[in-house]
Structures are given as C-alpha cells and as structure tokens.
RNA sequence: GGCGGCAUAGCCAAGUGGUAAGGCAGCGGUCUGCAAAACCGUUAUACACCGGUUCGAAUCCGGUUGCCGCCUCCA
C-alpha cells in the first residue's frame, strides 16, 4: 500500500486516487528567466521518479509541469539585455530542456505555458470577482484572503500571527497586507493581454489554479513543488481554487526539500548556485540522480564533490556488475522493463544471487513516501550478493544459476528504469566515460594503447620491472590499468 | 514574533517499539607477478542531552541545547 506524506496533513497517508487507477499530478515548474540549477533538477527528478514509479506499479497519471513564463524576474531580467520577454523565456525553456533531457528525465504529460492560458485566468478572476473573493484597486486586481477562511490551511499559518511587512512595503490599496495581485495593471514596456480590467499580466499564482484545473479538474490528485512553495505560493493557489471553485482543489500536497552547496543555502541572493550545464560537465547523469535519489526528497541534501564522487563511484559499481553479468548470462533483449519477479523461483535457500525479493522489497521501500534511499541501498545490497554469487560460481555456471542472474538482472533493469539509472548499456556506459575522460583529459587514446601492449609483451616475457615502469607512466597520466584473465583493460582514473 | 524541520559511527545516509540497511573512507584478509576490481572479516560500550510512558524506545510524550528552513525572489 503507497503512503504518501501529504503537507497537507502533516503526515503520511494511505494514497487513494480520486479515481480508481488513475492519478492527476501537477507540479510547479521553472520560472525562465535564467539557467537551471541543481534545485530544479533535484525537484524534476523527484517528481520524475514519483511519476515513474506510480506508472510502474499500473497507475495511468497525467502529470502537468508548467513553465511561468511572464513574471516581474523575467520582464526585469528581458529589459537587462534588451530582448523581449518571449525571446527570453523561449531561451530558457529550450535550455531547460536540454538539461533535463540530459539527465534523462521523461517529459510531462502537459507542459504549459502561463502565456498560453490567459483566457483561463483571466476566467478564474472572474470568478474570484463574482464570489467577493476578489476586488479591484486600479487596473489591478487582488485576492482578498480575509474573504477566504481556511487561508492558511496549508502552511499552517494564521493571518493574524504573520508579521505583515515585515520585510516588505505593504501597498496601501490592499484591505489586508496578505491580500495578493491576481491580475497586475499594464505597465509600458512589458508584456500585456487585453482583459475586462483593461490592459494587464497575469500575477504569480493565479497561473497555476488556471492551468492544474484547466487539464486536471478542479479537484485532483497530488500537486507538488518545492517547499519553498508552500507559502505563499501554494497556500494562495488553494485559496484561488477552492474560492473559484467552491469544491476542494487538492488531495495529496507533496514538498521536496532543498539542495544546499557545501552547507550552505543555495539561493539566488547568495548568488552560489550550481548550474546543471557545469555539473554535467564534471560528473555521469546518473551519478547527479543518484546522488540527488540517495536522501529522502523530503530532507536537505548537501551538494559536495565528496558527494558526487561517491555518487559516481556507485554507478561506475552498478555498471560493472551488470556487466559482468552480461558476460555470465549474455546481453538481455530488451532494455525494457519487463517483470520477472513473477517467474523467478522460489526462495533459493541462501545460494544463487540472493537478490530474489529485490522487486517486492523496492516497492516496499517506494510505497513508504518513495524512500529512494532505501531503496538504493537495496540496489547496493543485491549489487554486493550478486557479486559474491559470481565469485563463488567456480568453473561452468550452472543453468539453473544463469536464470536466477538473468532474473535478477531485470529486476535491477525495472528498478533503474524507475530511478532512470543504470539505463544503459554497460559496454556503452563504459566507452563513453572512456571517451569523455579521455577528451576531458586531453590524452591521445592512441599512445595509451600502444602502451598497453607494450606492457602486455612486457608481461608475457615476465618482465615485471618494465611492466611497473610502464603501469607507472600510465597512471602519471592518470590511467588505471586492469590485469584481468581475459586481457589488459584501463580507464582513466 | 509566528509556523515547521532536523540532530544515527571518520564522512554521507535508511530505520515500520523488540536490542542499529546501504554507500564512501580506514584496517586485516582472499585473489593477483605486483596492482586494480570483486568478495570476506573488522570499524557505534545503545542513535545530541535530561526526564517520562512501556516488559522493552533511535523509534512515542515533555523539556533542554544546537543547527536549518519558511513568513521576501528562489525548486
């Protein structure tokens, strides 16, 4: 059974769908006005992952991701360099696909566009209006949240406790200092859209009531974010919703916790965050989702080299054991993610893989709030027994052994085909960590390979001392050698 | 001031009330010409501190200390 920590109750609950099989997700994308860094990716991942995982275990979802592109950061930052916002944000959305393309993330169902979808908020302000939820100062238009009485539901929160301008100006047309611009009054220069309140652009929240509702319905299932989201962002998308509305707007509130750099808050005033493009260029995708899957998404995770190293050692370590099963057992037909918890046998009373239960155990691990730490440490787990079950097979593996391999393998495939990790071929996964070290390090392939042969008649005529001279050179070069029966591999280090 | 979270071995990190997953690093082995990889063994005098509930708590309750987040743009 899938629990859930839901924001909303403050605990984790049973999931229940609103309908049978099926799930309606919404999460709050990218503002595009810059680069993405390691704190959208960790919340695409984990929401990519959540999405994966419901879908492996028969759940038809349709998830919505959106992209807010009008904003005041965008407007600002289009009028920096003298393009307009749309040239902008068409940038950034092309480079937020390039980045998460790059760390193997699947596509939304939806993914909208604020700008897309005036009509529809412009709509749910009228609404808001009609309900006495919203008034009109100007050509602008706010949310009134006394109007609304579980404002605050979400965070927590009451108004009367909040410090109101406390660290911000309150505009005085407000009736209350929480009160919130749903539709902001034209000003020259920036983007606007013709409205019954005259010439204007949406505000912050109002786009994501007007876009969940428009694909998923006015009531659905989960709606996610960063916990940074919770409020105002999320508390005030309630309070639009359900004030529209009149029936309640989300089930399930999931909040991804925040990545920090070197201890430290990754923030846009501390102006220290990480971009996506620049970590990629240093560490394997995987090893970025496996390390940003290694803490549960609800907890802090430090982002470190220490930590990327490890994380990058732990691919190169799963790699290396499908691989190796590969050569026991042969290449598998498809990289699909085809079950074979089903036709494995039997508790195999100790010997063989010993990773039987690796299936059942992972779902156990995602049903709990998609404990992905747990669950990579089944992974690492069955890695180590797997292995040991080669180093004890002694001579001719048995067939009986070959179809226990084979069926642990693809249990391994299914997880990682849920973890997005361990997608690829092995032999493919180690020729291009090869060639992009190589490249990296500038060093001639070539010469490392006559090297290598050299050293291997050195070798053969037992020659120890040039052999050590030669492995020697090589690793000045930061080549490591590998004396394997089959033959002499290296990588670089 | 309000709301919330966290404190587990050298480091990272799971942990469903019954006596501590996993990874990295370390040490000792097996293997190896030597290495590497892999594997085995080892590494916590009880999980911040104090008190309580319980036959029994890292796990529940109260308090203390420390760190952090939100209440401002941020995923």
Redesign the pocket.
């Known amino acids: 059974m899938l629990k859930i920590y839901n924001t909303f109750t ?1 605990k984790k609950d049973a999931f229940k769908p609103i309908e049978a099989g099926k799930v309606k997700m919404y999460v ?4 595009v006005y ?1 680069a ?5 990716a ?2 695409v991942i984990v929401f990519d992952v959540i999405v994966r995982y419901l879908r492996e275990i028969g759940y038809e979802v349709t998830y919505v991701r959106n992209f ?1 592109d009008v ?3 965008i407007i600002n930052r289009a009028n920096e360099l003298g393009i307009s916002t749309k040239e902008l944000s068409e940038k950034y959305i092309k480079e937020f696909y390039e980045d998460m393309d790059a760390l193997k993330v699947e596509r939304a169902t939806q993914e909208p566009k604020a700008t897309e979808h005036i009509d529809e908020i412009i709509g749910v302000i009228q609404r808001l209006l009609e309900q006495g939820h919203a008034y009109k100062a100007g050509g602008d238009v706010f949310f009134a949240v006394e109007t609304f009485n579980d404002y605050g539901k979400l ?4 108004l009367e ?8 100006e309150v505009d005085e047309r407000k009736r209350s200092p ?1 009160d919130f611009v749903l539709w902001k009054e034209a000003k020259p220069g920036e983007p606007m859209w013709d409205s019954p309140w005259g010439k204007g652009r949406p505000g ?1 929240h109002i786009e994501c009531s007007a876009m969940s509702t428009h694909f998923l319905g006015n009531h659905f299932d989960i709606h996610g ?9 999320h508390e005030n998308e309630i309070a639009q919703s359900e004030g529209a509305f009149n029936e309640p707007f989300v089930n399930v509130w999931i ?6 750099i070197n201890h ?6 501390l102006g220290n ?1 990480l971009v996506i493009k620049e970590i990629l260029k240093q560490y394997h995708a995987e090893a970025v989702r496996l390390f940003l899957l ?3 998404y ?5 982002f ?1 080299d ?2 990327m ?3 990058e ?2 691919i ?2 799963i790699y ?2 499908m691989q ?1 099963i590969e050569e026991s057992v042969g290449p598998c037909e498809a990289r699909a993610t085809t079950a074979s918890s089903q036709t494995l046998p039997p508790e195999g009373g100790g010997q063989g893989g010993g990773a039987e239960d690796l299936w059942p155990r992972f779902c156990e ?1 995602m049903d ?2 998609f ?1 992905t ?2 669950a ?6 069955a ?6 079950a ?3 097979a002694t001579g001719a593996v048995s067939q009986e052994e070959l179809t226990r391999l084979a069926s642990a393998r693809a249990d391994l495939m299914r997880i990682g085909g849920v973890l997005g990790i361990g997608t690829e071929a092995p032999s493919d996964f180690f020729e291009h960590r090869k060639t992009d070290a190589l490249k990296r390090e500038a060093i001639d392939q070539a010469m490392v390979e006559r090297l290598v042969a050299e ?1 291997t008649q050195a ?1 053969r005529r ?1 020659d ?2 040039r ?2 001279r030669i ?1 020697q050179q090589l690793a000045g070069m930061s080549i ?5 029966p089959e033959g ?1 591999t290296w990588k670089v280090g």
């Open positions: 403050r709050c994308g990218a503002t810059d993405c860094h390691v704190g959208h960790r919340c807010t904003d005041d950061k965070s927590g929160r009451r406790d909040m410090q109101a301008g406390a660290r911000v929480f912050w974010g960063g916990e940074d989201l919770i409020f105002p962002h909040h991804n916790g925040f990545v920090k430290e808050k990754m923030s846009k005033s965050f290694s803490n549960h609800r907890s802090p995770i430090d470190t220490q930590a190293v490890e994380a050692a732990g190169e370590k290396a054991l190796r691990a709990d709030d404990n730490a747990r990579i440490g089944l992974v690492f787990d890695v180590r027994r797997l292995n040991r080669m180093d004890d050293r070798r037992k120890w001392a052999a050590d492995r490591e050698l590998e004396d394997r002499t």
